[in-house]
């Protein structure tokens, strides 16, 4: 990738959305236009790169070509290309980038923003500091290593002159860009803003409620679109009668949505949209809808049966993707064996701001405003639906209310679109919470074994273990039936133990919902599994939870199961930059137990539990304080320590750690999607609840100081909660939880 | 004709006596700032003060607010200088901020009520308003800070 390209100006403002259908969307609510939409220009705006641009006002416009959704990415690349430019961060304005392949890769999931653009912000502010630096030297005819650029301006300082970057900018837009490794960058000490506590750029309309979601779109003319879709996947529509639908008020328009044959993919599912004057008379003249819809092959579908039947086939022989000597001889050479099941239901995203988009479609233009995840694929999936060519569609990303990977799917602005086009009119499309519910792309419904040999000595010998799960990959293909090797590299096939005799295997699945990302994804169930099997292990050998695990991870040393057999994905990472290092695992382990003290005596009913994870390169421990009493459990307390090398902002990090523990607590204390007849039985937070502030316990956060590499930081806190907190519950009450969620065997 | 006071300004809608007034906000007078995450009273995100009290807009009729008094987050000051505004960002609180206006209108109609709450108190009161991101702890923290700010001694 070489996103190195100096934009025209005009491309520059087409890109950052200047002067664009962004700007008119701030003038329908006076006085509230999105704070990312109001890049004021200056006379003359001049580019230096594709996410630099400097007015002749001084202001610097940064452009944040990922989206928002809590992680604070709109401050944390544009912080790394303000610290390389030396810029005043109070004149810094953050544009958010339309969708364009351009800035590389824009589908903000996998944890994998500063990971894979940290190195590439610094290129960006780096070389428009270069060319303003030798814009100055020109100007005073004086040689470039003679001048400095700091605070905003480039000095000459044996002359004490200088020249603001506003001054400079439209002659340094004109020199060509420097070569890469040309390029001098600031070494740590010198950072500014790198590694400090900058506050979120949205934060004052996050305050105000001055700010734009998805949901937030407003247009003159518009439709508000609600949309009833088929219960069960791959059904259609046998017969709609919407005369009633028709006569409530406000109801404008009953249309019935395209029928797309299955895999699913991110097509729309079938449905009919009542199109109104506000979204309350849509959702009334939907409840009047009156639909049959067609039989289908997943109406048999049920999800508790279903779990029975992967429990049992993880009892048996698998196809083996990974393995080390022998396992089975292992096993029965083995003084003493160990084993469990364990299982996880169906879970869904749920962000609070629930999908939305809006569209419009005029003179051949499709322009699209949406909380996605991914306006790359929003555009192609939208061009290639409607048969637009891509350069037909914008995308315009707003402010997400949350994402965990839900918007990463982008069927609801293709909704959008496809109404768009039909009503020549804007359309909103919101989904309500019930929509989100029953009709998402599914974490998927799981089932493990594990099983363990240990020698005389009480030495972990042999480990087998098996997982059955319907694959992301059958949401795509119609045709997968067992984990791919991309979900077995999330905390399966990845295995950091040193082991004499190891077997990791698959059993099929196959799947009847759509099944898709959701925040760490296959880490959830492996992260369960083998945390809570360790502490199993550590309770049969009468070892600390500890000192189990460091005896199962063994030396310091990198892992690379390669050579045992399996095709690892490492987060799309090199393992040379980013190998499986066991030393960090045990780092972050002891920091966590050392800081909450958990070999420590506790009260009666109460106890601490630990767990350790690596995912998305970076390595996480917690640590969860329960009580467990009269079959009610409380948590305490917990401590989370996170090892996700170079860091761009440390508050930031900190917070995506406090939520994705109460994350991780809510899957795993009250998570639970189920299906019956083919259709999910949950619909709101009443019977899909996640958790509560009385239910969220005390967190602090310890982040481990690195040099390393950045690794990602919006997942990988999730995959140790569930573990922590079935050990702290074990060791609180003697009860092992082998199946979540919690509150099927304890009050919560 | 419905008519009532809005952010201390008389206001006067054409709606559906049943609309809820979440929706007359955001759709007929788009004040979005007011947000919708469920519908049904589970979470808190439509809060809103009818004269003073935090209530969910998602599911009080428009007609329930003929009369009275409705503030909503626009109108909570003019330059986000209100006491909790304030402790909101000096703890950081938001995360996507979604959830943050109900977060933030049902604190300030706590702290009406209970100028120094304690963790039990803060709990019972805001246990209404979901996060999903998970900015529990920092808006416990930053309820404390904002009753020392109004003169509570939390
Ligand atoms: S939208 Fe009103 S409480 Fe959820
Ligand atoms: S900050 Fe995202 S839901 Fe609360």
Redesign the interface.
Same mark, same amino acid.
């Given at each position: 990738m070489n996103p190195i390209k100096n934009a025209s100006r005009r491309e520059f403002l087409k890109l950052a959305g200047v002067g664009s259908g962004a700007l008119v969307l701030g003038t329908?609510?006076p006085g509230?236009a999105p704070a990312w939409a109001e890049s004021k220009t200056a006379e003359s705006l001049s580019e230096m790169n594709l996410f630099v641009s400097i007015g002749s006002d001084d202001q610097v416009h940064i452009i944040c070509h990922r989206s928002?959704?809590?992680?604070?990415i709109r401050t944390g690349l544009p912080q790394v290309v303000a610290d390389e430019l030396m810029a005043d961060w109070n004149k810094v304005n953050v544009i958010q980038g339309l969708a364009n392949e351009a800035y590389g890769s824009q589908n903000t999931d996998g944890s994998r923003s500063v990971r894979r653009f940290y190195q590439t912000m610094r290129e960006m502010g780096a070389m428009a500091r270069t060319m303003l630096e030798q814009a100055a030297a020109q100007q005073w005819k004086v040689s470039q290593d003679e001048v400095q650029a700091r605070d905003h301006q480039v000095w000459h300082t044996a002359s004490d002159r200088h020249l603001s970057y506003g001054e400079l900018a439209e002659k340094a837009a004109t020199l060509s860009a420097p070569e890469k490794d040309a390029l001098v960058y600031k070494s740590k000490a010198d950072f500014s803003y790198i590694g400090k &506590?900058v %506050? @979120?750029v949205?934060?004052? &309309?996050?305050?105000?409620?001055? *700010?734009?979601?998805g @949901? &937030?779109i407003?247009m003159p003319d518009m439709l508000?679109a609600s949309i009833e879709r088929a219960p069960v996947l791959g059904a259609n529509i046998d017969s709609v009668d919407d005369t009633q639908a028709k006569k409530v008020?406000?109801v404008v328009d009953v249309i019935t949505m395209p029928q797309f044959s299955l895999p699913a993919a991110f097509k729309p599912l079938a449905g009919v949209a009542v199109l109104a004057?506000? *979204?309350? %008379?849509a959702?009334q003249g939907r409840k009047k809808l009156k639909i049959s819809w067609t039989d289908s092959e997943h109406a048999s579908h049920d999800s508790a049966k279903y779990l029975d039947t992967l429990k049992q086939r993880v009892q048996n022989r698998g196809k083996v993707i990974r393995s080390i000597g022998d396992a089975y001889t292992g096993m029965m050479n083995a003084v003493q064996t160990h084993s469990a099941s364990y299982s996880l239901p169906y879970l869904i995203h %749920?962000?609070?701001?629930?999908p939305a988009a809006t569209a419009v479609f005029k003179d051949g233009l499709m322009e699209i405003w949406a909380c996605t995840q991914t306006p790359q694929s929003t555009q192609s999936t939208v061009a290639q639906i409607l048969e637009l060519e891509k350069d037909q569609v914008k995308v315009n990303v707003t402010?997400?209310?949350?994402?965990?990977g839900r918007k990463s799917k982008p069927d609801f602005s293709v909704e959008a679109a496809l109404l768009a086009k039909q009503t020549g009119k804007p359309v909103k499309v *919101?989904w309500? +919470?019930e929509d989100e519910i029953q009709h998402g792309y599914y974490h998927a419904i799981s089932a493990q074994y594990y099983e363990a040999g240990m020698d005389d000595t009480g030495r972990v010998t042999s480990w087998l273990q098996r997982t059955a799960f319907p694959s992301i990959s059958w949401t795509f293909d119609g045709k997968t039936d067992a984990p791919s090797d991309g979900e077995l590299s999330l905390g399966f096939g990845d295995l950091p133990f040193a082991l004499d005799n190891l077997s990791c295997e698959t059993q099929t699945a196959e799947g009847h919902i759509r099944i898709g990302w959701v925040r760490s994804v296959s880490n959830i169930q492996h992260g369960f599994a083998i945390g809570s099997f360790v502490d199993e292990l550590a309770d049969k050998l009468g070892r600390e939870p500890r000192q189990m695990w460091l005896e199962l991870l063994g030396s310091d040393r990198h892992v690379d199961p390669e050579p045992e057999g399996f095709k690892y994905g490492n987060y799309g990472d090199p393992k040379e930059k980013f190998p499986i290092d066991t030393a960090r695992l045990k780092k972050v382990l002891n920091l966590v137990a050392d800081k909450a003290n958990v070999e420590q005596q506790t009260a009666a009913n109460e106890a601490w539990g630990i767990s350790v994870h690596r995912s998305f390169v970076s390595y996480t421990a917690v640590a969860t304080k329960v009580r467990v009493k009269e079959g009610k459990l409380k948590v305490l307390e917990m401590h989370c320590a996170i090892d996700a090398g170079t860091i761009v902002n440390p508050?930031r990090v900190r917070?995506?750690m406090?939520?994705?523990? @109460?994350?991780g607590l809510s899957l795993a204390m009250l998570g639970e999607i189920s299906v019956e007849e083919g259709a999910v039985k949950q619909s709101?937070?009443?019977d899909y609840p @996640?958790? +509560?502030?009385?239910q969220?316990p005390?967190?602090s956060v310890y982040i481990v100081e690195s040099d390393a590499p950045p690794g990602g930081v919006g997942e990988p806190g999730v995959p140790p909660v569930a573990a922590s907190l079935a050990n702290a519950i074990f060791r609180a009450s003697g009860k092992r939880i082998r199946d979540l969620p919690v509150n099927k065997h304890l009050e919560v | 004709m419905i008519e009532f006071t809005l952010n201390g300004k008389v206001q006067k809608v054409e709606a $559906?006596a049943d609309?809820?007034l979440l929706?007359v906000l955001?759709?007929?007078l788009?004040? !979005?700032? !007011?947000? #919708?995450?469920?519908?049904?009273a589970?979470?808190g995100?439509c809060t809103v003060h009818l004269d003073g009290d935090a209530i969910r807009s998602c599911t009080t009729p428009v007609s329930a607010a003929a009369g009275k008094s409705v503030s !909503? /987050?626009?109108g909570?000051?003019e330059d986000?200088s209100h006491p909790v505004?304030q402790a909101?960002?000096e703890h950081?609180v938001? =995360?996507?901020? #979604?959830? =943050?206006?109900g977060q933030?209108m049902s604190a300030v109609a706590l702290l009406d009520s209970n100028p120094e709450p304690d963790d039990a108190a /803060? $709990?019972?009161f805001? =246990?209404?308003?979901?996060?999903?991101?998970? !900015? #529990?702890?920092? /808006?416990?923290a930053a309820i404390k800070t904002a009753a020392g700010k109004m003169g509570g001694k939390a």
């Open positions: 329908v609510m509230w928002e959704m809590g992680q604070g &506590d %506050a @979120i949205d934060l004052e &309309d996050m305050l105000s409620g001055n *700010t734009e979601f @949901i &937030d407003q508000y008020s406000g004057s506000n *979204t309350w %008379a959702t %749920a962000p609070m701001e629930p402010l997400l209310g949350g994402g965990f *919101t309500s +919470r508050d917070s995506q406090e939520g994705s523990m @109460i994350f709101n937070f009443h @996640i958790l +509560r502030m009385h969220s005390p967190i | $559906d609309m809820p929706w955001r759709d007929v788009h004040m !979005t700032g !007011t947000k #919708y995450g469920c519908g049904m589970m979470c995100a !909503t /987050i626009e909570l000051s986000t505004q909101w960002r950081n938001p =995360q996507c901020g #979604y959830c =943050q206006s933030i /803060i $709990d019972e805001m =246990q209404g308003n979901l996060c999903r991101c998970g !900015t #529990y702890p920092r /808006i416990k």
